[in-house]
């Protein structure tokens, strides 16, 4: 999507979910500086891979960043993942048009046990 198209509801909604997550934003923080891969990039923000492939997952959904897989040297397989040029304007116009296209359909709602790890994670983030 380029920057001078509105986003549907449905689009809006997935890009504003996936950025309202501490730790999806530290993610595009972290890609911002360079591409990297995922183990790579697990260590360096402090995650665990299985939950960092959850986020990155989440944004590349959103259409936020991009995964490749490449193999090394060695011949070993490995997920590279980057910032995808993005740029959203938000003003009450554009909210308005956004929300005449909502559907029914809400995106990526979490389940309850989802949520609350996700709540304890961030807790943890944020005292360490």
Do not use: C
Not at 5 to 14: A, F, N, Q
């Amino acid at each position: 999507m380029s920057a001078i198209e509105t986003p549907t509801g449905d689009e809006l909604l997935k890009v504003l979910t996936a950025l309202g997550n501490p730790h999806r934003l530290r993610i595009v923080a972290a890609l911002a500086q360079g591409r990297n891969y995922v183990s790579r990039l697990a260590r360096e923000i402090g995650m665990s891979r299985p939950l960092l492939h959850m986020h990155l997952q989440r944004l590349e959904a959103a259409g936020l960043v991009v995964g490749t897989l490449e193999l090394s040297d060695s011949g070993k397989a490995m997920k590279f993942f980057e910032v995808s040029p993005f740029a959203y304007a938000l003003t009450p116009q554009i909210v308005t048009e956004a929300a005449r296209t909502l559907t029914d359909q809400q995106p990526d709602e979490k389940a309850p046990s989802e949520r609350a790890r996700n709540e304890k994670e961030s807790a943890q983030w944020t005292s360490s």
